[in-house]
């Protein structure tokens, strides 16, 4: 199945970065293999829909804000249950957003399935290029659930 | 009016907060609108290099990317004492144009048009790019998301990479063009300008065509009497990438016009005890509060800013519709906060058409495109941002690292303006403690028309910018939230 890892994040932003962290791991651990793509986005909305249209599944690696989960936990989402979740700003659409946008003009070249793994973070409002020491250790579960939802595709 | 104490109120971590004060009549006394601030970028540069800086500062916005990149790249020309040549700045300027292309098309068509197009009174679920299609047709969202695209696709082509370019170096770009690149560039040159004169006329349609609409850009929550301020070129015509920096007053007279390294001598930062923002003025003026009117020194940036700061459009259309939107509302300066989105627009048309002039023009496709860069030092870059002025003032030590890093943004320029027409906005709506239902569309409305950027870096999920009002009563006693998320 033609997939594509996607770790999305600022570099720049502290914690809001961990996704990239978590893909140059993946780079390192995952054997060259024609059907998956590995890359990262430092953008959300319809320019993430621009780079994910075309595979058929979609492993977005990302930052996540939740209020009952503290920093450093891995959690797995499906993007169908998850339309809340997305990344954007306030001067873009929702991932969620352009997808339905898209499915509204007809477009035939969409993912069949999108798998976020997100790593719980606090919201940082200070620029900075390291993680915090909670979301650090998450990197490499997060990183064992990437490559295990590969091994599935 | 009584003296505020802002005790209720925090400077805000996390989300986008209005808080509105009520008098004792239950009228609206003041609001605030507080955002979060991303902070400690000055010091996050020190001691990098100096060549990264436009990487690095085009990850500051996730708006901007391409404003940011080169401000940052001027700044370097000006701190390592290089112009570049010709060819590399006609290379930038049209890379600029795609990035305006596809700024303001996503702006018109997924943020603000969406409350023209689809009514301020809708539902805000319907209040989007999905209502637009109900409204104006399948169709019109196919040309939208192409045409978005191509914008995106000539900064890719330009710049090196999607969304964050790489191309700028100080002296000049490190990629030209081939001639093949020059034909797909000007096929979607052609088809954006088709397009931006298609959405010109969607909006004489759907709002210059309706009197009520007509009335609520005219209508007085919605009018701010500030200076203006915009890069203009040396016949005083509005431009993105050079130029010198003009002001003018509440009635359209020059007041001053400096180049960019000379931003500090005119332009102050004034800190408020409730948010974390800073509020430009004109220091020739002096910070006097949040008014409007002659004897504050608070301005205007960005489209409605420019389209008043200058006294026309460099290229015939966009000028032929400057000329137009000045006559329909009442001439120049124009004051109507929501008229910026047609100043947007007609900045949409002029950016396909000098897009089609820097195209067509055989330099282009030049190899000399950078010299050679000389001792670094003090550096300032001026560019207009879609959104405003956005200046990157830099000094760089002897082995080429970041000594300093200074940056106002646009929407820091527009902070003070911000804030009033949020005030405005509110007071429009709240009346002897009758909170309209609207009251959140109406507050919207007169933000999201500057197209601000708040602490957009961020990238966290959930995304979007949750917003809370909180009103409070003249005894500061907590009254009602109103939230949207």
Known sequence: ?153 | MKTITIDPVTRLEGHGKITIFLDNQGDVENAYLQIPELRGFERFAQGRRAEDMPQITSRICGVCPVAHHFAATKALDAAFKVEPPTAAKKLRELLYCGYLIYDHILHFYFLGGPDFVVGPDAPPGKRNILGVIEKAGIDVAKEVIKHRAYGQKITAILGGKATHPVCGLPGGVSKGLVNDEVKDIKDMVASCHGFAKFTLGLFDDIVLKNKAYVDLIRSDPYTLKTYNMGLVDKHNKVNFYDGLIRVTDQEGNETAKFEGKEYATHVAEHVEEWSYMKFPYLKSIGWHGLHDGKNSGIYRVGPLGRFNAADGMATHEANKEYTRMADTLGGKPVNSTLAFHWARLIELLYATERAKELIEDPAITSTHIRNPVGEPGEGIGVVEAARGTLIHDYAIDNNGLVKRANLIVATTNNAGAITMSVRDAAKGVIKKGVVNDGLLNKVEMAFRAYDPCFGCATHTLPGGMPLTVNIYDHKRNLRQTISRS
């Open chain 1, 1 to 153: 199945m033609k997939t594509i890892v996607l770790g999305v994040g600022n570099p720049i932003l502290q914690d809001d970065g961990v996704g990239l962290h978590v893909i140059e791991a993946v780079r390192k651990k995952h054997l060259a293999d024609p059907d998956v793509s590995i890359d990262t986005a430092c953008t959300g909305g319809l320019n993430l829909l621009d780079m994910i249209r075309g595979y058929e599944k979609v492993i977005l690696v990302d930052a996540v804000t939740r209020e009952h989960d503290s920093p450093g936990a891995v959690k797995r989402f499906i993007m169908q249950d998850a339309a809340s979740l997305h990344s954007s700003n306030p001067h873009d659409v929702s991932l969620a957003e352009a997808l339905s946008l898209a499915k509204e003009l007809g477009e035939t070249q969409l993912p069949k399935e999108i798998i976020i793994i997100g790593i719980v973070v606090r919201r940082a409002l200070d620029f900075g290029d390291q993680l915090s020491k909670e979301v650090k250790r998450a990197v490499p579960t997060a990183v064992r659930m990437v490559l295990s939802e590969l091994k599935h595709t």
